[in-house]
């Protein structure tokens, strides 16, 4: 059977995609089959990162054109390594319909491989949670930096309350619970999983106990990536800390990879690091980090546990509860700050880089008033 690994972050630009790459070449040169897929549909540029050529069968071409979905399994020029290019032509996720989701996880699931590698898109959509949870071995990567650990964490605090309303399905004493509490957004966000667990032993035994296990089963792995110091460790030790304490989460933590000024020189040239420079320290990072992955015993959700049938009932749809989710991101920056995940000065450096981020967007906003304006006047002289 085929081990799903999907690489998902709680932001973009943390280096999840060039893990995910190289990690699939670091598997197939040890002599294990792999099958890496874009699935960052929208934003797919996965192929860039192996030296790829665009293809026209992609996950786009299947999706709208009905081929089969073999023909889009391409051979790449790394050992043992096969290829499913994603569509930057595709809408948002939110234009997959419920079948079309069923029907990729059905298709992927037969893959015949010994590791599928998923790169997922950044963010917590509905459809990522769910590629996230076909294993629950899945992996998260970070930064040090305070905007990617806030993320990372609430992408895991998210995938936490899928699996939640997963589980407790809709017309459940639980879920009713879970419905009634909701109602209090912010009373609903500050409550703690553990704290959560029991009240819901109460109204609904059978299905917090099939909960339970499932969370026991619930493994994800983190990565952290962009490291400057060997004190940025530290990090992801605090991070494993308020999850097991907030979210009654257990992860792994797989290994770190050293800011490396090398990727850049080797994505210029179309080639992974660990091909452009194996021996490099971004390189040896990589190849640890996959000598862990193959010791580590794989394992899967229980059999009645089946993204397949997850519905588009959500906790939290950020688009549209523009409340939810901003109470949703304090309570997971206070869940951090008071686990000691982020000190006082890492709350400074987030409220810099936040002031920087406006006075940037202002600046661009009146840039563009500014040409509206000139543009409406040169179209009234003609």
Request: proline share 4%; aromatic share 8%.
């Amino acid at each position: 059977m085929v081990q799903i690994i999907p690489v998902a972050s709680g932001k973009g630009g943390v280096g999840k995609s060039l893990l995910s790459a190289n990690l699939a070449i670091a598997l197939g040169q040890q002599g294990k089959k792999v099958v890496l897929v874009d699935l960052d549909l929208g934003a797919s540029n996965l192929h860039l990162v192996i030296g790829q050529n665009p293809s026209n069968e992609s996950l786009g071409s299947w999706f709208t054109e009905k081929s089969d979905f073999k023909d889009i399994i391409k051979p790449t020029d790394y050992q043992n390594v096969s290829f499913i290019a994603g569509d930057s032509q595709i809408p948002d996720l939110t234009s997959l319909k419920h079948a079309q989701k069923i029907k990729l996880i059905r298709n992927l699931k037969n893959i015949d491989a010994d590791y599928l590698i998923l790169d997922l898109g950044a963010g917590t959509h509905q459809f990522i949670l769910d590629m996230f949870l076909l294993s629950p071995q899945g992996i998260v990567v970070s930064s040090p930096a305070v905007t990617a650990t806030l993320n990372g964490y609430l992408f895991l605090k998210n995938a936490v309350f899928r699996l939640l309303y997963t589980t407790f399905k809709r017309n459940t004493p639980g879920r009713e619970l879970i419905d009634s509490l909701k109602k209090d957004s912010a009373s609903m966000q500050k409550l703690y999983i553990p704290q959560l667990v029991q009240a819901l032993a109460q109204v609904d035994p059978q299905n917090t106990k099939l909960f339970v296990n499932r969370m026991n089963q619930f493994r994800p792995r983190l990565v952290m990536n962009m490291i400057d110091d060997p004190k940025d460790a530290d990090k992801a030790q605090r991070i494993k800390n308020s999850c097991n304490q907030y979210l009654g989460l257990e992860i792994d933590f797989l290994g770190l990879m050293y800011r490396d000024l090398l990727q850049d020189k080797a994505l210029a040239s179309r080639l992974p690091v660990v091909v452009y420079k194996p021996q490099s320290l971004l390189g040896q990072a990589i190849y640890r980090i996959s000598d862990k992955v193959i010791a580590t015993v794989p394992h899967t959700f229980d059999a009645e546990f089946n993204p397949e049938s997850f519905s588009s009932d959500t906790f939290m749809n950020a688009e549209e509860e523009a409340v939810d989710d901003y109470n949703f991101k304090i309570s997971g920056l206070d869940d951090l700050v008071s686990g000691g995940s982020l000190s006082v000065a890492d709350l400074v450096e987030m409220i810099k880089t936040q002031q920087y981020d406006i006075n940037q967007l202002k600046k661009e906003n009146n840039l563009l008033k500014s040409k509206i304006v000139r543009a409406a006047a040169q179209g009234f002289k003609i």
